[in-house]
């Protein structure tokens, strides 16, 4: 299953890291060891941000995935789980069912 991982940076310690000129190797070498499907940079309220996008078989995968990012990025982490556009299309029957029921 998919999930958007939302990971906000404190900015005091993301002045820290920025700092370290090995910062974007280490980056990449995160997010090949969680395996990010993609990931895109940006602001989360006012603070560095990122989502990445990762897929989990088994929630129990959360706290590998998260922990480097707690630990080396001191991040806040949210988990969402998002569709693909080929998810949506297989779940076609059970939106009906449920139009059905509840609409």
């Known amino acids: ?3 958007l991982m939302k990971i906000k940076m404190p900015n005091e310690r993301g ?3 920025i700092r370290d000129p090995q910062f974007g190797v280490k980056m990449q070498q995160v997010l090949a060891e969680v395996k990010a499907e993609a990931a895109y940079f940006t ?3 006012g603070c560095r941000g990122a989502y990445v996008v990762i897929n989990m078989n088994d929630a129990s995968q959360m706290p590998a995935i998260a922990e480097p990012f707690f630990m080396w990025l ?3 982490i949210d988990f969402v ?3 693909t556009p080929h998810d ?3 779940a076609g029957d059970s939106i009906q ?3 059905k029921k509840w609409g």
């Open 81 to 83: 789980p998002v569709m």
């Open 15 to 17: 002045n820290e890291n």
């Open 88 to 90: 949506l299309g297989s």
């Open 43 to 45: 602001t989360i309220d």
């Open 97 to 99: 069912a449920a139009v």
């Open 74 to 76: 001191n991040a806040e």
């Open 1 to 3: 299953m998919k999930y």
